[in-house]
């Protein structure tokens, strides 16, 4: 059985702070991906990781696929209140998506 | 704005009674999924039809009842509910293997 985790599960720091998050499995994926959940919203994908040790960005965010592909983190850079939310990893599984068990960010201003 | 729309955005409903949540997608997606979600907790999936057909079950208790009644289409029946039953219930759709375009899900309350 395939499993993601995940840590930190909470996050609490101040708004211009930096800050990583850590999705790691004993398993090999031939992608992760990384989704984004508001208050009150489903969950939004961020980025599809495909290749070992690829790195993307997304403005503030900076995410990267381990070379082993078992493992992918996400930075912000300079945190605003807007990223206040759960951030997911997950992964293909078979026919499903597992997930990981999220991070919940909390921006303080 | 999602494109995967579901219907109604709040549900309050008794132990005893039916109801039906409904999702909608144009994206010609041909896989439809449903999820059901605790606060601060990851999606846990349900069902996943495939091609319109149900092709993956996970021991969801029979008080909740999927159908796909086309491509676009996915409702989910409820009926004889409990109070634990009560979380967030997200409708999502893809291709098969890539990733998910979830809606914004229906808060379900049972009373």
């Known amino acids: 059985t395939q499993l993601l985790e995940q840590s930190p599960q909470f996050l609490s720091i101040q708004e211009g702070e930096n800050l990583t998050v850590y999705c790691n499995s004993s398993s090999v994926f031939s992608s992760l991906q990384w989704y984004r959940q508001e208050p009150g919203e489903g969950p939004v994908l961020l980025v599809t990781?495909?290749?070992?040790?690829e790195v993307k960005k997304l403005k503030r965010l900076t995410f990267q696929f381990g070379d082993a592909r078992k493992d992918s983190s996400l930075h912000i850079t300079a945190a605003q209140t807007g990223d206040t939310g759960l951030y997911l990893c997950a992964g293909p599984s078979y026919d499903k998506v597992i997930f990981g068990p999220g991070t919940s960010l909390s921006v303080i201003p | 704005d999602t494109e995967v729309t579901q219907t109604p955005k709040h549900l309050v409903m008794g132990m005893t009674n039916k109801k039906s949540l409904k999702c909608e997608q144009h994206m010609g997606h041909r896989a439809m999924y449903w999820y059901k979600q605790k606060a601060k907790k990851p999606p846990e999936l349900m069902f996943v039809y495939s091609y319109e057909k149900l092709s993956i079950n996970e021991s969801v208790p029979s008080r909740f009842s999927p159908e796909c009644p086309n491509s676009s289409l996915l409702n989910l029946h409820l009926h004889a509910l409990q109070p634990e039953d009560s979380a967030l219930y997200l409708c999502a759709s893809s291709y098969r293997g890539s990733p998910l375009h979830f809606g914004n899900g229906t808060r379900l309350t049972v009373t």
């Open positions: 990781v495909v290749t070992g040790g």
